[in-house]
């Protein structure tokens, strides 16, 4: 990646963090120098001299830049690690502002109406694992997860499945060997097998293009089926809750395949 193109990128992110385009390209040029003036600062970034001066006062009161009061005044950027943890703690702020706003929000669904069985879909890996990382820690019963997939073995899901309590009956499945053994190795309190899924893995047949990421069940109601695209390694999944009949039996069935009988703490 050329300087130009990590320049524009680091400005793209700063902009998504909050920050106007101005104060976001200042930034990012102060941060390439060791001091500079509004001239230097608006001959590297092409931001109106005039308006440098907006810009740094915004980002001096966001304890991004500091300015020395001299003729003419010099601007330099904080240093990087205490940029980033300002920023970081301004955006979890900001974040944390928005669910409390819409946990207050007053609800508009009509009173009385009966919760129906419905399955939805969602896309994107991070947004996937935040869901199952929270159904997993909303388990009271029994969670039953099958991973096709190395990279889904994260250090979230890991700290999720290991925050369990002893009365949740934990099994986790593996479509290779090495997975099983890194799940075992990592989850020392589940049942771990080698799951007799390995067929979807590889994505034949006539979703060649699809491999399976994860299958989970938990507490025997709610379920959520991944897919990847190997090309891509793009992430799709479909949820649903609330079902209790007979399609989460056969669910179990399926994702206890490879399971043998005598290590399922909760069988059929």
Known sequence: MSTDETVEEAVEVLQQLGLKEYEA??????SRLST????????????PR?????????????????????????????PLAEATETLRDQ????????????EQAAPVDPAGEDPVQEVWSMSGTDAIANRSNQLIADATEEVVLVLGDD??????????LNELGPEVDLLVGAV?????ASIHDSVPNATTFLSGLDWLRNGEGPDENLAIGRLLLVDRSTVLVSTI????????????????????????????????????????
Do not use: M
């Open 36 to 47: 500079g003036t509004a001239k230097q600062l608006s001959e590297i970034t092409d931001v």
């Open 91 to 102: 955006y979890e702020a900001r974040v944390d502002r928005l669910a409390n706003a819409l």
């Open 229 to 268: 695209v190997p090309s891509t390694r793009e992430e799709q999944a479909v949820f649903g809750g609330g079902f209790r009949n007979g399609l989460i039996v056969i669910s179990r069935r399926l994702l206890a395949q490879g399971l043998l009988p005598q290590r399922d703490p909760r069988p059929e």
């Open 176 to 180: 290779t060997e090495s997975l099983e």
């Open 25 to 30: 390209q200042c930034f990012v040029g102060l």
């Open 151 to 160: 990279a889904l073995l994260t250090e979230q899901l890991v700290d999720s």
């Open 50 to 78: 005039t308006r440098v001066y907006d810009a740094v006062r915004v980002l001096e009161a966001q304890g991004l830049v500091e300015v020395q009061h001299s003729s003419p005044q010099r601007f330099r950027a904080v």
